[in-house]
């Protein structure tokens, strides 16, 4: 950020574009595989629950598995679109509205689709509608009647085993 300030509003030499760009191209690659080694992991997941006679559709190591493969597909679309987005750019240089247009609607799509892939899904712990934590390590009761001090005896219980 630091980087991407002092070029904007600073007259500095051109090494600082080219140290700009390759930190992005940086945080890009970090990001892609990041994503791969969270599908591979879920993959992993996904077999340990077909071992174990699980249908793996049925838990939300499956939704998590189709919501990383599509941020997998939406970043390797926003980087392709953004490289070609650039080369077209360059026969534009006349008109530099289009170029800020074009980088507002790609980051705009970008974030509506990141937004739209990572939304609440109905089958959450954090949906208040369903009513039944059946699924939880500990009794509710413990929750009611012994206050947190029987959750971390609990907690300490489980954790034992």
Not at 30 to 51: D, G, Y
């Amino acid at each position: 950020m630091v980087l991407n300030i002092a070029y904007r509003y600073y007259t500095l030499s051109n090494f600082t574009f080219f140290a700009l760009a390759i930190l992005y191209m940086t945080i890009l690659a970090l990001i892609l595989s990041s994503i791969a080694r969270n599908v591979r992991e879920l993959k992993m997941q996904m077999m340990i629950l077909r071992q174990a006679d699980i249908d793996p559709s049925s838990t939300p190591a499956h939704i998590k598995a189709i919501m990383y493969r599509r941020y997998q597909l939406i970043m390797f679309s926003f980087v392709c679109t953004k490289i070609f987005a650039e080369m077209v750019l360059l026969f534009l240089r006349d008109f530099p509205w289009i170029t800020y247009l074009c980088a507002e609607a790609i980051d705009m799509v970008l974030c509506v689709s990141v937004g739209h892939t990572f939304r609440l899904r109905d089958n959450t712990p954090f949906n208040t509608e369903q009513g039944d934590f059946n699924w939880l390590p500990f009794p509710t009761e413990i929750l009611r009647d012994g206050g947190p001090q029987s959750l971390v005896a609990r907690m300490a219980e489980l954790g034992g085993e």
